[in-house]
């Protein structure tokens, strides 16, 4: 097959998935340049629109609009070629307007299509005008997907989130992790001294990516002060940037960062976590795979990539009984669940993780199991490449003018 592959990032979520199937088709890449390398596969670059004045609707729509219109111009050079089909994230407007240029069957992939994550904390919630702008951007996906001969989305979860027109021709496909060799205890104390972690102390770690309330950053926060109270040498690592990106907190709290909020109702000080921000893709894995135990306490509808991380690293962890996470996972078998909003349940459950090393050895290792069971990215790029397949023997719902 002859793929065009359009995404926000040549370096990403499908670039494992793409780097197994370039031996077997012929893959254009549509990317922004600067995003890193994309090793074999021929590259079409463009630029995002992301538009910073105007209310949040118009911004919203503006940026989703710009960056189809950008595609489409990216692309108007390869009118005349001929694909069996086209990939987009849609979310972005990656597909928006692809029926202009291309002729070939539009597979889109989405997972959160409005403001699912602005409105999972009903106790911050968010201003009308995220509301306003959340209903824009809902409405242009909305079309998209209509418009799309196929839709890929993670989870029968995120499934669930879509109109129910579209049901017909969504199929559900994770994407894949890099499974390695499991970790013994010398190379993961090995990391820990590169990183500069505490080498002997039980290690609780938080990687959200960023400090916010969907993310239930406040949550990791309150468990880590009880956490303390039961193991008084315990250390805690948070890896995440200190902004919001989706909740609505911004207008609940004035201002204030939700991380500073979290640590104020916490009784926490800066000085009692160790802070890091996000960085290169194996360096955050390293940190993920350096700690005792994770916590993922997400509050509705995505849970972090992180969490895949965890997994694929052996790394023992507690997640939230929401969003994929019990779709994907067991209790007791390979994560321990817990309700995001009991703390004293989280707490207790890192305790277990961090003071019992058969525990937390046979959770690890069922964790890494699982990945390589299930979230290679040998077994995404199979799935994807069936429905891809399946795209490409119908015609396309519409042809360029």
Same mark, same amino acid.
């Given at each position: 097959?002859?793929? +065009?592959? /359009? &995404?926000?990032? *040549? %370096?990403?979520?499908?670039?494992?998935?793409? #780097? =197994?199937?370039?031996?077997?088709?012929?893959?254009?890449?549509?990317?922004?340049?600067?995003?890193?390398?994309?090793?074999?596969?021929?590259?079409?670059?463009?630029?995002?629109?992301?538009?910073?004045?105007?209310?949040?609707?118009?911004?919203?729509?503006?940026?989703?609009?710009?960056?189809?219109?950008?595609?489409?111009?990216?692309?108007?050079?390869?009118?005349?070629?001929?694909?069996?089909?086209?990939?987009?994230?849609v979310s972005f407007g990656c597909t928006h307007?692809?029926?202009?240029?291309?002729?070939?069957?539009?597979?889109?992939?989405?997972?959160?299509?409005?403001?699912?994550?602005?409105?999972?904390?009903?106790?911050?919630?968010?201003?009308?005008?995220?509301?306003?702008?959340?209903?824009?951007?809902?409405?242009?996906?909305?079309?998209?997907?209509?418009?799309?001969? +196929?839709? /890929? &989305?993670?989870? *029968? %979860?995120?499934?669930?989130?879509?109109?129910? #027109? =579209?049901?017909?021709?969504?199929?559900?496909?994770?994407?894949?992790?890099?499974?390695?060799?499991?970790?013994?205890?010398?190379?993961?104390?090995?990391?820990?001294?590169?990183?500069?972690?505490?080498?002997?102390?039980?290690?609780?770690?938080?990687?959200?990516?960023?400090?916010?309330?969907?993310?239930?950053?406040?949550?990791?926060?309150?468990?880590?002060?009880?956490?303390?109270?039961?193991?008084?040498?315990?250390?805690?690592?948070?890896?995440?940037?200190?902004?919001?990106?989706?909740?609505?907190?911004?207008?609940?709290?004035?201002?204030?960062?939700?991380?500073?909020?979290?640590?104020?109702?916490?009784?926490?000080?800066?000085?009692?976590?160790?802070?890091?921000?996000?960085?290169?893709?194996?360096?955050?894995?390293?940190?993920?795979?350096?700690?005792?135990?994770?916590?993922?306490?997400?509050?509705?509808?995505?849970?972090?990539?992180s969490f895949f991380d965890s997994l694929a690293?052996?790394?023992?962890?507690?997640?939230?009984?929401?969003?994929?996470?019990?779709?994907?996972?067991?209790?007791?078998?390979?994560?321990?669940?817990?309700?995001?909003?009991?703390?004293?349940?989280?707490?207790?459950?890192?305790?277990?993780?961090?003071?019992?090393?058969?525990?937390?050895?046979?959770?690890?290792?069922?964790?890494?199991?699982?990945?390589?069971?299930?979230?290679?990215?040998?077994?995404?790029?199979?799935?994807?490449?069936?429905?891809?397949?399946?795209?490409?023997?119908?015609?396309?719902?519409?042809?360029?003018s």
């Open positions: 097959m002859k793929i +065009l592959a /359009i &995404t926000l990032a *040549r %370096h990403g979520q499908f670039s494992g998935i793409f #780097d =197994v199937l370039r031996h077997r088709h012929e893959i254009t890449l549509v990317a922004p340049d600067g995003t890193g390398e994309a090793p074999g596969l021929r590259s079409v670059p463009f630029t995002p629109v992301r538009v910073t004045s105007g209310s949040r609707a118009e911004r919203a729509v503006g940026s989703f609009l710009g960056t189809a219109r950008a595609v489409a111009g990216a692309l108007e050079p390869l009118r005349r070629e001929r694909f069996d089909v086209v990939f987009g994230q307007e692809i029926r202009r240029v291309v002729g070939a069957p539009v597979v889109s992939h989405v997972e959160l299509p409005g403001r699912e994550l602005a409105t999972a904390r009903p106790e911050l919630p968010p201003s009308r005008e995220d509301i306003e702008a959340g209903e824009a951007h809902r409405a242009l996906v909305d079309e998209s997907l209509r418009a799309s001969d +196929l839709i /890929i &989305t993670p989870s *029968r %979860h995120a499934a669930g989130l879509l109109p129910r #027109d =579209v049901a017909p021709r969504v199929r559900v496909g994770m994407e894949g992790l890099r499974v390695g060799p499991l970790r013994d205890a010398a190379a993961r104390r090995a990391l820990r001294e590169r990183h500069g972690l505490p080498v002997d102390a039980p290690l609780l770690g938080y990687f959200g990516g960023t400090l916010e309330a969907e993310r239930g950053f406040d949550v990791f926060v309150q468990a880590a002060r009880e956490v303390r109270r039961a193991l008084p040498g315990a250390a805690f690592l948070v890896v995440g940037e200190p902004v919001t990106h989706d909740g609505g907190e911004q207008a609940a709290l004035g201002g204030e960062s939700f991380r500073d909020y979290a640590l104020r109702t916490a009784g926490m000080a800066e000085r009692d976590l160790m802070f890091r921000r996000s960085q290169s893709f194996s360096v955050d894995r390293e940190l993920v795979a350096a700690v005792d135990a994770a916590v993922f306490p997400s509050f509705e509808s995505a849970g972090h990539w690293e052996g790394t023992p962890a507690v997640a939230a009984r929401r969003a994929f996470f019990p779709e994907v996972i067991r209790d007791g078998q390979n994560v321990l669940l817990s309700d995001v909003r009991d703390v004293a349940d989280f707490a207790a459950r890192s305790i277990a993780l961090l003071t019992l090393p058969g525990l937390r050895a046979r959770l690890g290792r069922a964790a890494w199991e699982t990945a390589r069971r299930d979230f290679t990215e040998e077994r995404a790029a199979a799935r994807y490449e069936a429905v891809f397949e399946e795209a490409a023997r119908s015609p396309a719902r519409a042809t360029p």
